[in-house]
């Protein structure tokens, strides 16, 4: 995506009591030198946040999202704006003064502590009597079901026990906010979704404002409250993530959407009398779009289009066909749909397809924006 992408378009922040709101940014920026010039990686941030709200930033790496949150921890000062965590403009606060608990992605536990040790080391520098910290240790060790493992070390533990004791140093000092710098980027991918899992209990038990940082779409949709997608440093788009499937703002956000290429959005893009169809791009979901030859109903002909299949996929109960306008037409024309698992469509047909047009957009060009919003 170009630098051409507009700030955010659909900004579901505006409507945030003041009242309710737990972390604040304001026209948050970033600077740094590089080589004698400036390098802006956070551009003009804005967010409210509500109490005990799960935030997740999503986005590329170098995008912004993990400098960001940086800037919240206070690791990082702002060249411009403000952070104010519950009413209070932490500018100029150390790290440690900000009440906030940050787990990072290579869990940051000492390798010569035991779990237990681990634990209760933040109450440990704050001088909590011992008595305190013991009693903190063993109901944070319940919450997360390691109390069986507060007499190993780190090095004992496997990726999954070791996430939840870095975790548990993070809740032992019950912060006012969590910040996440993708916690879950080392482990495999089953053990990633059991730790999505986890983390969705935790933050329902816990109940505290949460701001996660991951280049993972999934894991966004699947965690958050809502999605602050990022792209250049700048905030595209933040809503819930249903919002954001469904509506988002600009090419960017539409990400893995299905994007027709030009011979498609000639054909659809005229029928909806968009005006200059190549100045536009038409997308839909690849699960928006039907094969008709297995659906016994007709389709108005504007909402339909002819495709070449390349590929046939099947997965489970659907399949993803691998569609071209023709069949001399480039790589890069072509796109997928999901549809039907009863699809008989084989590589080398030609086969019309129907889009729900009520699910679909046309995009500006050149700026990125979604017109249909």
Do not use: W
């Not at 991918?189 to 991951?214: F, Q």
């Not at 905030?235 to 919002?243: D, G, K, S």
């Not at 169809?277 to 979901?285: Q, S, Y």
Request: hydrophobic letters at 35%.
């Amino acid at each position: 995506m170009s630098d051409t992408t507009p700030q955010t378009t659909l900004d579901e922040s505006a409507d945030v009591d003041d009242r309710d709101v737990s972390l604040r940014l304001e026209d948050v920026t970033k600077t740094f030198e590089d080589g004698g010039g400036e390098v802006v990686a956070v551009d003009s941030v804005s967010m409210d946040i509500r109490d005990g709200e799960f935030v997740v930033l999503v986005g590329p790496s170098g995008c912004g999202k993990t400098t960001t949150l940086r800037m919240i921890a206070g690791l990082e000062d702002p060249t411009e704006g403000r952070v104010v965590i519950h009413g209070e403009d932490v500018l100029g606060q150390e790290p440690r003064e900000r009440n906030v608990a940050m787990v990072f992605q290579n869990y940051a536990l000492y390798p010569h502590k035991t779990v237990r040790e681990n634990l209760a080391f933040p109450l440990a520098i704050r001088k909590y009597p011992k008595e305190e910290r013991a009693s903190r240790v063993q109901e944070v060790a319940e919450l997360l079901d390691i109390a069986e493992l507060l007499d190993r070390r780190p090095g004992d533990l496997s990726g999954g026990q070791q996430q939840r004791v870095a975790l548990g140093r993070a809740i032992i000092r019950d912060p006012e906010v969590f910040l996440f710098d993708e916690p879950l980027s080392n482990l495999d991918a089953k053990l990633r979704i059991e730790m999505r899992t986890e983390l969705n209990k935790l933050h329902a038990r816990v109940g505290k404002t949460s701001v996660y940082v991951t280049h993972d779409q999934e894991e966004a949709m699947t965690l958050s409250d809502r999605v602050a997608v990022m792209n250049d440093g700048k905030l595209q788009q933040i809503a819930p993530p249903q919002t954001v499937y469904e509506r988002p703002a600009n090419l960017f956000v539409e990400g893995e959407a299905v994007r027709a290429t030009r011979a498609v959005l000639q054909t659809l893009g005229e029928r909806l009398q968009a005006g200059d169809a190549t100045d536009l791009v038409f997308g839909v979901r690849p699960e928006d779009v039907t094969d008709t030859t297995v659906v016994d109903e007709s389709f108005p002909p504007e909402t339909t289009f002819d495709a070449y299949v390349t590929v046939v996929e099947p997965i489970g109960a659907n399949k993803d066909l691998t569609l071209a306008p023709s069949e001399s037409a480039p790589e890069d024309e072509e796109f997928t749909v999901r549809v039907d698992a009863n699809s008989t469509a084989q590589p080398g047909d030609t086969v019309t397809f129907a889009v729900d047009m009520s699910k679909a957009h046309l995009f500006d060009r050149a700026t990125g924006e979604n017109l249909t919003l």
